[in-house]
């Protein structure tokens, strides 16, 4: 990809015609707008994750949230009261650097399974 985007230069001017940009926004127009509010209300998403260190031990954890949209949404919201209230540190980092590992766990519909 970033091999390809070095040359992108040279047909950024065919990008640029209306013609074209009429045809990409159709695509774009024609593609699924993803859930309903109805279905995000309903819907979860089921996370999982695994890490091991050198020493070979393993730690799992299993999440579940709210739909990945509306998590977003909901996690964007926490981070810009955060923000707000002064709850950061400057630099750049993750959100979990920033506000601790157990941000997600602030968000309403947010639960570590157990097994």
Same mark, same amino acid.
């Given at each position: 990809?970033?091999?390809?985007?070095?040359?992108?230069?040279?047909?950024?001017?065919?990008?640029?015609?209306? /013609?074209?940009?009429?045809?990409?926004?159709?695509?774009?127009?024609?593609?699924?707008?993803?859930?309903?509010?109805?279905?995000?209300?309903?819907?979860?998403?089921?996370? /999982?994750?695994?890490?091991?260190?050198?020493?070979?031990?393993?730690?799992?954890?299993?999440?579940?949230?709210?739909?990945?949209?509306?998590?977003?949404?909901?996690?964007?919201?926490?981070?810009?009261?955060?923000?707000?209230?002064?709850? /950061?540190?400057?630099?750049?980092?993750?959100?979990?650097?920033?506000?601790?590992?157990?941000?997600?766990?602030?968000?309403?519909?947010?639960?570590?399974?157990?097994?």
């Amino acid at each position: 990809t970033i091999r390809s985007l070095k040359f992108q230069f040279l047909f950024n001017w065919f990008l640029r015609l209306p /013609w074209v940009k009429k045809r990409m926004l159709q695509k774009i127009d024609n593609q699924p707008a993803g859930p309903n509010a109805a279905k995000r209300q309903k819907a979860q998403t089921y996370v /999982w994750g695994q890490v091991k260190n050198a020493n070979g031990k393993t730690i799992e954890k299993k999440m579940v949230t709210p739909e990945g949209y509306t998590l977003t949404a909901q996690a964007a919201v926490l981070i810009v009261q955060k923000t707000l209230a002064g709850e /950061w540190k400057p630099g750049y980092q993750t959100p979990a650097a920033c506000f601790g590992q157990d941000l997600v766990l602030e968000i309403p519909g947010v639960q570590i399974l157990t097994d």
